[in-house]
């Protein structure tokens, strides 16, 4: 599936919007582009979770759950025509966690997957905004989960794709959705 860029906009805005109606932390900010000024929107949440400290292997603490932040990108992906996510995720002390640790915290479900074809899975690169490191979906496997979900450019829907691709692919990046953006009453997108 691809989307243009302005339903990418459109999407994150209804996004955006549920989210301040329920607080959830979603906000979507400007990058200027240096080569010709023109601006893009993206979706940005910050939070701090509570991770099981075995899965962690954290030295530091005694706790059986220790605090991690974690930072969320959507990105819109040019290339791919869909949308692209970045994330980090570091311990309280701003040390950042390996790959490995990100492999480490997929859903149990997914693990296995994970595990088989991780390289084509979650990478770590440069941010293309920012030049610093996160981690990665790669992008093929957000138009794969898109195209599963029956979504294509042609057509009217009910929900909106962006929230819908979010939710799916969220145990593999330990993002938690919060269930009122799937029963919240939505606008038809085309």
Known sequence: MSITYQQFVEYATDLKNHSDSIDDGWNICQYQCPMNGSFVNYLVKKEIQKRNNSSLKSDDSNSPNIPIVCEYHILYNLSYSCPDVFFNMW?????????EHVWSLVHSFLKQN???????????????????????????????????????????????????????????????????????????FS
Not at 91 to 99: E, P, R, W
Not at 114 to 129: G, Y
């Open 114 to 188: 994970v595990i088989n074809d991780k390289w084509n899975a979650i990478t770590q690169e440069m941010h293309p905004f920012f030049s610093t490191p996160f981690f990665r979906l790669h992008p093929c496997k957000n138009t794969h989960v898109l195209e599963m979900l029956g979504f294509s450019s042609k057509n009217n829907y009910e929900f909106n794709p962006l929230l819908s691709w979010l939710s799916t692919i969220s145990p593999l990046i330990g993002l938690e959705i919060d269930l009122s953006y799937g029963n919240k009453d939505s606008t038809k």
């Open 91 to 99: 311990y309280t002390d701003g040390k950042l966690l390996s790959l």
